[in-house]
Structure formats: C-alpha cells, structure tokens
C-alpha cells in the first residue's frame, strides 16, 4: 500500500514568516514529489514538483527533497493571509504505464495578519 | 483558470441512480485522469484515459467506469450509487502520461441522498 503522510494541521503562522509543511511517503519507488494549494471549495492547483534531492526555489516557495529519509517539504517564505489554504503532498512512480500520483490528505495553513 | 472545463458542478443524486460526469481536456492534452476526494481527504484515483484507452485504474469497483473520446474528452459514469460517493471528483488533464504538469478542472460535487 502506497502511503503519503501529512499532518492535517491547522498550522497557523503570522503573516511574514515562514510556513513549513512536511510529507512522507512509503513508496521507494517515488521519484516525482508534487506539491498543490487547494482553497476550500476549489480544485487543487499545482504550486512545483521536484525530482532530485536537494532544493528547488520557486519565488517564495522552496521545495526540498530527501530520498534517503522519504521526506518532503515545502516551505513558504513571506506567508500571506492569501496564503491560507490545503497544501497536497503527492508522489509518482517514474514507470508502471500511468505514472499514477498518491496524494497526501494535506495540511491545512492559516496565516493570521 | 485551467483549461480543462467538468459538467455539471453540482448535482444531487439518489441512492441506486446512476450519473455521468464530463470533462473536457485543455487544448494539446491527450491525457485525462479522474479523482474523488472525499471531505478532508486528499484526491484519490480512479483510472486515467490516455488516448482512448484506459491506461490505469486505482482501488474502485467496476461501477466505476468511463470513457474518453476522439478530442480527449472524457466521461465518468457511477453505477448503483451509494451514499459513500458523495464527494468532489476531479479530472485532471496532461499532456501525456508522464506529464509533470497536470490541471485539474473545478471538480464536481455529487452528492447522494
């Protein structure tokens, strides 16, 4: 059973820091790590994906990736109130035809002005 | 906004009933992959179309079914419905399956009485 493990939070944050959202997966077999915002009522919308270990820098957002620990994060520099949101953790296989993504049952942020 | 449009957005169904969603894919997607998620869960998958032919399925019986048509765009159909399908079912399309970029529409919200 392929698993992904997030906290469902809340996390609550002031505006202006950085928010920290964390994911572990089962699956050795994982090699992309997608992270989505989801705004209540609405659908998923994807934020970055990273496949190497390390960091990958996006604007405010900074995903990092450890393979060896089967974990990922997210971080948010700067959180805006707009911030506030579900963030989905997935992770895909490289192979096995449909390249099928298991997602997190995400973590619930607030940034509070 | 993405360009992958879901019909209806709401619909409300009663228990037995049948139901088909729609979905239409962005523009160049030849790929097509169906959610449900259930309140506070994460997207769970359903199966994926990737040119006309079903490349994919996750842990759902075969009530579950769907197709996918000559533009790319796709059907969903739930036989005998049960109350545990009340939920959000998303689509997401991509350009291919190994696609690391997929858009999910606004998603539908069935719910069965």
């Known amino acids: 059973q392929k698993e992904v493990e997030q906290n469902s939070g809340p996390l609550s944050v002031p505006e202006g820091a950085i928010a920290s959202l964390n994911c572990t997966y089962s699956?050795?077999?994982?090699?992309?790590f997608f992270w989505y915002r989801q705004y209540s009522g609405k659908s998923p919308e994807l934020i970055m994906f990273i496949y190497s270990n390390g960091d990958k820098e996006d604007g405010r957002f900074t995903a990092q990736l450890n393979k060896a620990s089967q974990y990922v994060s997210l971080l948010i520099r700067d959180s805006q109130p707009s911030d506030s949101a579900t963030y989905l953790c997935?992770?895909?296989?490289?192979?096995?035809?449909?390249?099928?993504?298991?997602f997190g049952r995400g973590t619930s942020l607030i940034v509070h002005p | 906004e993405t360009g992958v449009t879901q019909s209806p957005t709401h619909l409300i169904k009663t228990r037995g009933q049948q139901v088909t969603l729609r979905c239409s894919s962005q523009s160049g997607h030849n790929t097509v992959s169906w959610y449900q998620q259930a309140l506070g869960q994460g997207p769970q998958f359903i199966f994926q179309?990737?040119?006309?032919?079903?490349?994919g399925r996750g842990n759902f019986p075969p009530r579950f079914s769907g197709l996918q048509f000559p533009n790319y765009s796709s059907e969903l159909n739930v036989n005998a419905l049960e109350l545990d399908d009340s939920a959000l079912y998303l689509c997401a399309s991509s350009r291919g399956q190994g696609d690391t970029e997929a858009f999910f529409g606004q998603g539908t919200r069935l719910t069965v009485v």
């Open positions: 179309y990737y040119r006309e032919e079903e490349n």
């Open positions: 997935a992770a895909r296989p490289a192979s096995g035809g449909s390249y099928i993504p298991t």
């Open positions: 699956d050795r077999g994982s090699q992309s």
